[in-house]
């Protein structure tokens, strides 16, 4: 099993930043790729970034392309989502994922899932 907790999340004003982070704990020999997801109230969870766990390999959503960054430190096993000039769109809860294959934006090649973190941009 692998354990993911996120942390980072909060409210801030249109055009600001946010840092998310994921910590990873368990079993994390056997993660492949780390993701980010995110849902709004009465939407379905959405695809925003993933990064290959060893080789850093990224992809991200058209929709953040640009205004998000996904990284990680193997030596902490954490990953982040470094997100930038928020919208009121971009209000949602996200998810932190780990696959144990090589997942792109599908979340059922997602095979462990953190609690969420509510991020809040405000006009």
């Known amino acids: 099993q692998v354990q993911l907790v996120e942390s980072g999340g909060g409210l801030v004003q249109a055009g600001g930043s946010l840092r998310l982070s994921c910590a990873a704990s368990?079993?994390?020999?056997?993660?492949?790729?780390m993701g980010w997801f995110r849902q709004a109230p009465g939407k379905e969870r959405d695809f925003v970034a993933r990064?290959?766990?060893?080789?850093?390999?990224?992809y991200y959503a058209d929709s953040v392309k640009g205004r998000f960054t996904i990284s990680r430190d193997n030596t902490k096993n954490t990953v982040y989502l470094e997100m930038r000039r928020l919208q009121p769109e971009d209000t949602a809860v996200y998810y932190c994922?780990?696959?144990?294959?090589?997942?792109?934006?599908?979340?059922?090649?997602?095979?462990?899932w953190g609690q969420g973190t509510q991020v809040t941009a405000s006009s």
């Open positions: 994922a780990a696959s144990k294959g090589y997942a792109l934006a599908s979340r059922e090649n997602y095979d462990y």
């Open positions: 368990g079993r994390t020999f056997s993660v492949n790729t």
């Open positions: 990064i290959t766990w060893r080789g850093g390999n990224t």
